[in-house]
């Protein structure tokens, strides 16, 4: 434990091997991100949008879960082991997707993959914060997501392509089998485990010690409580985007690899725009940062509705993944600077717990607004929750620099 030390420079290399990793992580949901739509009408013939939100939705609640388990067994099993089952869990994924004869067969798929998810970037997450020591948390938290969304934008464009050029089967999970086993390769063989890390930064740490990691999480702590719910709105108004707005395009009138390109612009804006905020979030206001990245989400979300047209889907998707991008990496280097670092882990697995149970309870809303009225006022409301938001970190959260 002598030779290991806390640092960005000092662990460059594995630092390094996890954002590689991440993004692999990343590009699996992004095989699925612009075809789905389109792919659940051509195998399945189906109609009404809460059942095909249904796919969405238990992703959610399968990575909800997931993060919060793994957050606990990051202390009993380590780190490293849990991006192995990561990775283990997402193998057969894309063998269901090219041979599955049922929905329900797709909706089994895509819980293995929240599994995964909540499991392999939880861990990515975590080993980068452990790697870096308290000097460039913020600066750690960009390039992860990053990695990880721009990678989600990246293979959404791919995938858009080679459907509107070749087909949806078999070729989109053809490419996502072979990820899923690099993924497991680097991880098995190259990534090492990071817990005496911890141990090193705890034995100089002189935060105090939550009594109750969930309750605190959640509720009671002003600041912990507040990231929570704007990590759950975040990935609320992302679940909608997810299910909804290939559905609207497509409505509209336009191609598979249109729909691709203006899907592929949020989650790489999203992701670019990490490189920058994740550093600012070393630097500046992060109270600030949170507000007025949840405030340009609802903005961009509200305009949708407001201006249905392809320039402004682009210039939103644009807004929405600056806004999306002060808030992502913020969401951890806030919680950083807060909890423990013993109790990091479990606090990050409880916030990680609401944040994706927002994708089911956006996916659950959008998908029901949407048969109830339109795409149009779920796409809407979903807007306001998002302000709404904003205002909860503006009234109830404490500064944090």
């Known amino acids: 434990m002598d030779q290991i030390k806390l640092g960005t420079k000092e662990n460059w290399q594995q630092f390094t091997l996890l954002v590689i990793v991440n993004a692999l992580v990343g590009a699996m949901i992004g095989t699925e991100r612009s075809i789905f739509a389109e792919y659940a009408v051509a195998n399945f013939d189906l109609s009404g949008q809460t059942a095909f939100m249904s796919f969405i939705i238990v992703f959610g609640i399968a990575k909800a879960i997931s993060n919060y388990q793994v957050g606990k067994l990051f202390a009993k099993y380590g780190r490293k082991k ?65 990695a990880g969304y721009a990678a989600v934008g990246v293979m959404a464009l791919v995938t858009g392509w080679i459907a509107e050029h070749y087909s949806i089967l078999p070729y989109v999970f053809y490419l996502a089998f072979i990820i899923a086993w690099i993924g497991l390769f680097l991880s098995v063989l190259f990534v090492k485990d990071t817990t005496d890390h911890v141990l090193i930064e705890s034995s100089e740490s002189d935060l105090k010690m939550l009594s109750n990691i969930a309750n605190e999480t959640t509720f009671k702590h002003k600041t912990l409580s507040s990231v929570t719910q704007a990590g759950f709105v975040n990935n609320m ?51 600030k940062m949170l507000f007025f990245g949840m405030l340009l989400q609802g903005f961009a979300i509200i305009s949708l509705y407001f201006y ?15 806004g999306t991008a002060l808030v992502y990496p913020t969401f951890f280097t806030v919680i950083s600077k807060v909890v423990h670092p013993e109790q990091r882990a479990e606090s990050i697995g409880v916030f990680r717990l609401y944040r994706d149970g927002g994708y089911a309870a956006g996916a659950f809303l959008a998908g029901l607004l949407a048969d109830i009225f339109s795409v149009g006022v779920a796409v809407l409301i979903t807007g306001i929750i998002t302000l709404l938001s904003a205002i909860v970190i503006q009234v109830r959260m404490k500064p944090v620099s």
């Open 237 to 287: 108004n992302d679940g909608m985007l997810w299910g909804l707005l290939p559905v609207l395009l497509i409505s509209k009138g336009f191609s598979l690899d249109t729909v691709g390109l203006v899907v592929f612009i949020y989650p790489f804006v999203w992701g670019v725009g990490q490189l920058f905020t994740g550093k600012m979030s070393d630097h500046f206001n992060l109270k």
């Open 308 to 322: 249905p047209n392809y320039i402004n889907y682009i210039l939103s998707s644009i807004v929405l993944g600056i």
């Open 82 to 146: 849990m991006l192995i089952v990561g990775w283990l869990v997402v193998l057969p994924v894309p063998l269901i997707f090219l041979y599955a004869n049922h929905w329900y067969l797709v909706v089994l798929a895509n819980v293995l993959l929240g599994i995964s998810q909540g499991f392999a970037w939880s861990s990515t997450i975590v080993m980068k914060i452990d790697l870096v020591g308290p000097k460039n948390r913020g600066f750690a938290m960009g390039l992860n997501e990053f």
